[in-house]
């Protein structure tokens, strides 16, 4: 059987604030550095936060709408055997801790970012337990 390639068209739920404007300020991985950030989300989505308190842990998956999508090899290595988000379908995952819930709901404050200001979020999820 053939597998033709499929396209999906995404809808950002929102974007994320971060003090990084370009990849030389970023860290490789939020985790290494407890950098502060905001995911500021569409009103359409706020029902979805619903629940969601400071300590949990979440993903986020966001775009790095900035990156460069030829890339198929980094570091030496095939880049499906990283996490660079230099590649084809630049989405990206980046576990994060919750700080603070605004009252409103469309921000969620968060610990351990490592995208740029203004990146698109996809989706907000508890991660695997």
Known sequence: MTTQPTSFEFCPIGVVET??????EAP???????????????????PGVEGLEPGDELDVLWVADR???DVLEARG??????????????ICVTRCTVRAVSDDR????????????GSPVLDLKAPMR
Do not use: H, K, W
């Open 19 to 24: 003090p990084f404007e370009d990849s030389a």
């Open 28 to 46: 490789r991985q939020g985790c290494i550095e407890e950098v502060r950030g905001t995911v500021v989300l569409a009103e359409a989505y706020v």
């Open 67 to 69: 990156a460069d999508r």
């Open 77 to 90: 290595r095939g880049v499906f055997t990283t996490r660079s988000p230099a590649r084809p379908n630049p």
């Open 106 to 117: 469309r921000r969620v404050d968060i610990v351990g970012v490592d995208m740029f200001d």
